[in-house]
C-alpha cells in the first residue's frame, strides 16, 4: 500500500511539475516541490497555500484528491480484512479444539477434523435456555462439548451429556423436530447447519452411518444412548 502511495504520488508530482512549471515555477520548479502539492492533495488535507494555475493541472488536482479517498478506502479495508481473518483463523483454531475432544471426532484424523471444524460454529447456551422446540422445523444439529441437556420427548425425558449429539432426526427425515431440547446447565455445542450435514454425511459414509444408527434407535424407542464415548467412536474395521 505504501508502494502504491508512493508510486501515484510521484506520477502525480511529475505530471504536476511538466503541467505547472511555467505557471507556477514557485511551486512546481522542480519534482520534489511539486510533492508537497501532491501530498497535501492526495490526503485530501487541502491547505491551499499551492494551487494549480492551469485548467490540466487542476483536472490532475481532481483526479488526484480522488485517488487519494480510493487509496485510503482501500488500505482501510486491507486492514480490516486483515482483522477479520485473524478473527476466523482464533476461531477456527477453537472450534478445531473442541471438534478435536468430541469422542464422535476422535478416530477420524486430523484432515477430516480441521474440514468438520470449518462446518461447526461454536454456540454457548446458559442453564434453562431453549436450544429446540417440538413441532419447529430442522435446520441443525448439535455436538455436545461441554455440559447436559434434557430432550423432553412427549412421554419421557432423556438427558444427554458430553460427546453426544441432538437435533439429527429432523434433518434426516424432513419431519419437524420430536422433542423440546433444553440445556440443563451452561453449556457449549457445536452446531452444523443443514446443509453443511448433508453434504458431510455425503463425502463421509461412516460418519453417515453412526448417525443413522443413533437415529434409528432413538426412533425406535430403543435403550436409551449412554455417555458417547464408547457408543459413538468410530469403528475403522466395519
Ligand atoms: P430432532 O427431531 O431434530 O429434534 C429433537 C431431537 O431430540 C431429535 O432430533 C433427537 O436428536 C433427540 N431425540 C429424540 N428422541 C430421542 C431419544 N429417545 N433419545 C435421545 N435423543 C432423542
Redesign the pocket.
Request: proline share 7%.
Given at each position: 500500500m505504501l508502494l502504491g502511495f508512493a508510486i501515484v504520488l510521484l506520477t502525480a508530482s511529475s505530471l504536476a511539475y511538466l503541467l505547472e512549471r511555467n505557471a507556477n515555477p514557485d511551486a512546481f520548479g522542480s519534482i520534489p516541490a511539486a510533492l508537497w502539492w501532491g501530498i497535501v492533495t492526495m490526503t485530501t488535507t487541502g491547505y491551499g497555500d499551492v494551487v494549480p494555475q492551469t485548467a490540466a493541472g487542476r483536472v490532475l488536482g481532481g483526479v488526484l484528491m480522488i485517488g487519494g479517498i480510493l487509496v485510503f478506502a482501500l488500505w482501510a479495508g486491507i486492514i480490516a480484512n486483515g482483522y477479520a481473518h485473524e478473527l476466523r483463523r482464533r476461531e477456527f483454531l477453537r472450534t478445531w479444539e473442541l471438534v478435536a475432544k468430541v469422542p464422535f471426532f476422535h478416530n477420524i484424523g486430523a484432515a477430516l477434523i480441521a474440514e468438520v471444524a470449518q462446518l461447526l460454529r461454536p454456540r454457548d447456551f446458559p442453564a434453562g435456555a431453549v436450544i429446540?422446540r417440538?413441532g419447529a422445523a430442522?435446520d441443525r444439529?448439535y455436538f455436545i462439548i461441554d455440559g447436559e441437556v434434557e430432550?423432553q420427548?412427549a412421554s419421557?425425558t432423556?438427558v444427554?451429556g458430553i460427546g453426544q449429539?441432538?437435533?439429527?432426526?429432523?434433518?434426516l427425515t424432513g419431519?419437524?423436530?420430536?422433542?423440546?431440547?433444553v440445556a440443563v446447565e451452561s453449556c457449549t455445542l457445536l452446531a452444523l447447519d443443514i446443509v453443511d450435514f448433508h453434504g458431510l454425511l455425503g463425502r463421509h459414509p461412516e460418519l453417515a452411518r453412526i448417525i443413522r444408527e443413533e437415529?434409528e434407535q432413538?426412533?425406535s424407542?430403543g435403550p436409551?444412548?449412554q455417555l458417547a464415548e464408547p457408543a459413538l467412536a468410530i469403528d475403522e474395521s466395519a
Open positions: 429446540m417440538r430442522g444439529m430432550v420427548l419421557q432423556v444427554l449429539f441432538f437435533g439429527e432426526l429432523a434433518l419431519a419437524p423436530r420430536n422433542a423440546t431440547v437415529a432413538r426412533l424407542g436409551e444412548p
